[in-house]
């Protein structure tokens, strides 16, 4: 996770790290965080971002993960698992 994210707004950042930034769960549960204590307002559009992008990178990682598995069961370097 970019350090600076959690520390500086994300409209500070340079262009490219604002986007490293917006591609981390965290960045978007900061940035709520800090439109509730700057402004009172419960930035629901954040909380929905860092949920989908969650749901997204679990979805992901199962797959990558299922799919190693496959080759190391077809490579043979699990054969107490069948």
Do not use: I, Q
């Amino acid at each position: 996770m970019p350090v600076s994210s959690v520390f500086w707004p994300e409209s500070v950042l340079p262009p490219v790290l604002r986007t490293v930034a917006r591609a981390v769960p965290a960045d978007h549960v900061f940035e709520g965080m800090r439109a509730v204590v700057t402004g009172g307002r419960f930035a629901t559009d954040r909380l929905v971002l860092a949920t989908v992008e969650n749901v997204l990178y679990l979805v992901a990682a199962g797959l990558l993960v299922g799919s190693v598995f496959r080759v190391a069961l077809r490579r043979g370097l699990l054969p107490k698992v069948r």
